[in-house]
């Protein structure tokens, strides 16, 4: 069995978004094996450190900022012909 945090450091130095993605996704698993152990739930794998390890490096691969995003999300939803719902429309 593959040991989750030692991945979470080896990805550090890729440069594939793919590929971490992939490898995001396989160990995921893991976290997941070990919040059940634990009786965790969804708050445990979110905040958990491989996962943030993980998160964090395709944030870096992305480019990402604020403003980055926000065009991200509008052209999404330009081209998913996406109809935001009338709670989303009247929210604060």
């Given at each position: 069995?593959?040991?989750?945090?030692?991945?979470?450091?080896e990805?550090?130095?890729?440069?594939?978004?793919?590929?971490v993605?992939?490898?995001?996704?396989?160990?995921?698993?893991?976290v997941?094996?070990?919040?059940?152990?634990?009786?965790?739930?969804?708050?445990?794998?979110?905040?958990?450190?491989?996962?943030?390890?993980?998160?964090?490096?395709?944030?870096?691969?992305?480019?990402?900022?604020?403003?980055?995003?926000?065009?991200?999300?509008?052209?999404?939803?330009?081209?998913?012909?996406?109809?935001?719902?009338?709670?989303?429309?009247?929210?604060?």
């Amino acid at each position: 069995m593959s040991n989750p945090y030692k991945t979470a450091c080896e990805i550090q130095d890729a440069c594939n978004l793919s590929g971490v993605v992939h490898e995001f996704s396989r160990t995921v698993r893991l976290v997941r094996e070990e919040a059940d152990k634990l009786g965790k739930g969804t708050d445990y794998i979110n905040t958990h450190p491989v996962v943030i390890a993980f998160v964090d490096k395709l944030v870096s691969l992305s480019g990402h900022s604020f403003s980055k995003a926000l065009a991200a999300h509008q052209t999404c939803t330009d081209k998913a012909n996406f109809e935001p719902t009338t709670e989303a429309t009247n929210a604060p």
